[in-house]
């Protein structure tokens, strides 16, 4: 007989917590306080969904699922970037004020929602997957778990662009033209590990995307909600593979005789 | 001014409305066939309910068990849809399912791979073999992900965090959509030759869902409203196992792969309860003891399945039976253990979180639960609804000229239950089919111009919210629809339940009339609501006349008032339509004919 929970109560206690909510737009805004009934298992989102249906039914908050699976409710949460649907009020410093306020890399719109396009623009100038030839007759593929784990691991990214929100590169630097921050550097790799795809990315890596830009500061890997190794796993590889390809002595000599 | 000149307007072929799975498959199809397409999403790209998809996509492509191949998989679907399916679509659906998962692959999905190098495939509920293919516990982020990667380099314009509110038509025909972006709160109209709805589901309606905000039934209201024809309405689907603790995630889905990977369901009494209540049309295909039913988890081929795979209708009503009868976990639900496993496999706790790692954060995180070695608490969810927009099974068209459907918004493939895994198999089989009918139709016909009349009415119905004050808040009139049906035509129905429900929603429909919000008009969710509401209290209505209308239970529909199925029963679908005064009349149409080699290979595999 496995462990079964102990009986819990079902009556839950309610505590009040103060909420400061950054509201405003592109012009500016100020944090407004609203006061939440807090029960067991609440999340943040949770919070701003009570605010918003008892006393600010025009508070802009993005989200979808509520399961941290679509990665839309991306905000800064006391100062930290979090998903407000998988941010338990348990989790935060009792008897204090909960802060929420929007990404602040990315240009307001209003209240908690930010305009992201950005990055949707930034995705579309990279190479698409492009296959080699199927293996066999029914247009499959053969390819071993082994060889595609790497690459399932950056496939789980939700796209919550908590990555792009906390690298500094963008966010103090504001090198949004030159730099395609962390999120589109693993879709690269991504990409490039891909055991079937047989496009070259290197150069627009070191040339357009601006991967020298990261000091692998490993902001990114840290606020991931995926725990994906953003960082050490994809950036660094890529890295590696820049240096192979521009800065390596032998292929430099090679370079310099190879037929143009 | 005249309305129309205050819409921004645009121009298509082909509007594609919803970016998930079905939307998206359509948008690339219709694309590829040289049409100009527009696709409109109510979220950013990408974020669609698609995502939340857990467990797989069904596709008899034979490779973990060779015995499969599409007579199976129609027979199953058949079988787990009792027979009220469309047979055409579920034989198309069973035939081409394959080869949508090998184009995918195609375009960058990587799925789990058998250990010969090919795409692994796992149980689920009413497979008779291991068909889904998967990604872990995260097969829907792959497919959405996929479509999404390879549509942005298809030509296709995507027009983010839209919301249609109304379909244009002209003579009869239809001539475009219009609604609002979100950001600004500006008016828009989607002038096109062909629509395709690919909105998803209306789980939102009920209180416990494992829906996203999405899914308040706008294609089959919008649909509705333009003449077209709902079938089907009455079978919503409640999955088995959703959360149930702690309060504020009761509904999030709980993915069939965990019994698909061995979990099984316990009583308070410690109790496998599924086998005691099995089904006679799965009798020859279940485990009779609990070692057959795991050898069966493990691949042996002469095993029968464990009673926690039967279908999600069943499961969902043997789970409220116990909690009913008092043996229930300590929160309304009961006990779902995928950690026993720990007894049969070394690794257990490492195989949990490489196979469910999403449903291993999922309660981690949120309950504060460890899948592998602690028991979680489950209980139904509105989950799917097998009902919506009527087709033509061999083009997605709907009734009226230029309409089309496809994915959960539409209707035919599930008949009165899915199987888990036919879902993201139906978005890609019937979205592809949906975006080449609607180009073959814009390419044979002319552009019909929008009427301003009917603009200007649609606008006067979006602004309306605004123009009043002091009226109910929307979010209000929401919830109180959700306890409606949650509480009246919920998992267990009756006549009188179900007429109280009917007058509560045209209570609710006056309240909403009246109803008011605050604020300006850029990213404001109250007004969103306001509009949102409006399609809930459509579809509601339809689900509940036709669960009224069909006096058996079969499926996803029990009625405790007619406990058993009826013959005479079986042999219509239900139809609800709004009548020429506006009212919503429903009527029996018979089944669409089952060809006889269709039947025959039901015949065969019975």
């Known amino acids: 007989m496995p462990p079964i929970h102990a009986p819990l109560s079902t009556a839950t206690t309610t505590r009040r917590v103060e909420f400061r909510v950054w509201r405003g737009d592109s012009s500016g805004g100020q944090f407004q306080s609203y006061t939440v009934e807090v029960t067991e298992g609440m999340v943040v989102l949770d919070c701003i969904h009570q605010i918003q249906a008892s006393q600010a039914s025009d508070l802009a908050v993005r989200w979808n699922c509520k399961a941290g699976k679509c990665g839309s409710c991306s905000a800064e949460i006391n100062g930290q970037p979090r998903l407000m649907c998988m941010t338990r009020m348990d989790t935060l410093p009792d008897g204090q004020p909960v802060t929420v306020e929007p990404m602040r890399t990315f240009p307001s719109i209003r209240d908690l929602v930010t305009d992201v396009s950005w990055n949707f623009r930034v995705k579309k100038r990279i190479k698409p997957f492009k296959p080699r030839k199927p293996d066999n007759p029914d247009g499959s593929w053969t390819m071993f778990q082994v060889d595609v784990d790497r690459v399932q691991e950056f496939r789980k990214c939700i796209e919550c662009f908590l990555c792009q929100d906390v690298c500094h590169v963008l966010r103090d630097h504001h090198k949004h033209d030159e730099f395609i921050g962390p999120r589109f550097l693993m879709y690269s790799a991504m990409l490039e590990m891909n055991p079937l795809d047989t496009e070259n990315r290197i150069a627009d890596l070191k040339h357009h995307d601006g991967i020298g830009y990261c000091n692998i500061g490993k902001c990114c890997t840290k606020v991931c909600p995926e725990h994906i190794g953003i960082t050490d796993n994809a950036i660094i590889p890529m890295k590696e593979r820049v240096v192979d390809e521009f800065y390596d002595p032998m292929t430099r000599l090679f370079r310099m005789f190879k037929p143009r | ?606």
């Open chain 2, 1 to 606: 001014m005249n309305a129309l000149d205050r819409c921004t307007v645009h121009e298509h072929d082909v509007i594609v409305i919803g970016a998930g799975g079905a939307g998206l498959r359509a948008a690339i199809e219709a694309s590829a066939a040289g049409v100009k397409v527009g696709v409109i999403c109510k979220s950013l790209l990408g974020k669609a309910h698609t995502v939340m998809a857990e467990g797989g996509m069904a596709a008899a492509m034979g490779n973990v068990d060779d015995r499969d191949n599409w007579e199976v998989h129609f027979a199953d679907t058949m079988r787990g849809g009792q027979y009220l399916n469309n047979s055409i679509m579920a034989e198309r659906h069973a035939k081409d399912a394959p080869a949508r998962v090998r184009e995918l692959e195609a375009w960058g999905a990587v799925f789990d791979r058998t250990k010969e190098g090919k795409i692994l495939q796992r149980n689920f509920g009413g497979h008779r073999y291991p068909r889904l293919a998967h990604v872990g516990d995260r097969t829907g982020l792959e497919l959405i992900r996929t479509l999404q990667d390879h549509g942005i380099h298809q030509g296709i314009e995507v027009f983010m965090e839209m919301t249609v509110v109304a379909l244009l038509k002209s003579g009869g025909r239809i001539a475009g959509a219009i609604g609002y972006d979100r950001e600004r709160g500006r008016l828009r109209v989607w002038k096109a030759k062909a629509v395709i709805l690919a909105t998803g589901g209306l789980g939102r309606a009920f209180r416990i869902t494992s829906n996203s905000w999405e899914g308040t039934g706008d294609g089959q209201a919008l649909a509705y409203h333009a003449g077209a024809e709902l079938l089907d309405m009455e079978f919503v689907q409640f999955h088995p196992t959703g959360m149930v603790w702690p309060p504020s995630v009761r509904g999030i889905l709980v993915t069939e792969g965990v019994r698909g990977e061995g979990g099984v369901l316990r009583n308070s009494e410690g109790k496998r309860f599924m086998f005691e209540d099995i089904p006679d049309a799965y009798k020859a295909q279940v485990a009779t003891n609990e070692e057959e039913g795991w050898r069966y988890v493990c691949g042996d081929k002469n095993a029968l399945r464990p009673p926690e795979l039967l279908t999600r209708d069943h499961v969902a009503r043997c789970i409220n039976r116990e909690v009913k009868a008092g043996r229930g976990s300590p929160h309304g639900g009961v006990f779902l253990d995928i950690g026993w496993i720990r007894e049969k496999l070394p690794n257990a706790s490492d195989h949990i979180k490489r196979k469910l790692p999403s449903m291993y954060h999922q309660f981690k995180q949120l309950a504060g639960v460890d899948i592998t070695s602690e028991t979680m608490e489950v209980g139904p969810t509105t989950h799917y609804s097998m009902g919506g927009v009527a087709v033509d099974g061999q083009t997605q068209a709907s009734c009226v000229p230029g309409l089309f459907a496809s994915g959960e918004c539409a209707a035919g493939l599930h008949g009165a239950n899915r199987l888990g895994g036919n879902s993201l198999s139906d978005l890609v089989v019937f979205g592809k089919l949906a975006g080449e009918h609607a180009a073959r139709f814009a390419k044979a016909n002319k552009a019909v111009e929008v009427d301003p009349a009917e603009v200007e009415a649609h606008v006067a119905a979006i602004e309306a919210p605004f123009s009043r004050s002091g009226g109910e808040n929307p979010y209000a009139i929401h919830a109180a629809l959700q306890d409606t049906m949650q509480d009246l035509v919920g998992i267990v129905r009756t006549q009188s339940e179900m007429e109280r429900a009917l007058e509560a929603i045209a209570a609710l429909h006056a309240r909403h009339a009246k109803s008011s919000v605050t604020g300006h008009r850029e990213y404001n969710p109250g007004w969103h609501t306001a509009l949102d509401v409006g399609c809930m209290l459509t579809i509601s209505e339809a689900i509940t006349r036709c669960a009224i209308e069909r006096k058996e239970s079969r499926g996803a529909q029990f009625r405790e008032d007619f406990p058993q199925k009826c013959a005479e029963c079986a042999t219509f679908n239900l139809i609800a339509k709004k009548a020429p005064d506006g009212s919503m009349e429903v009527h029996r149409r018979p089944l669409v004919p089952t060809r006889p080699d269709l039947a025959a290979v039901i015949e065969k595999m019975k």
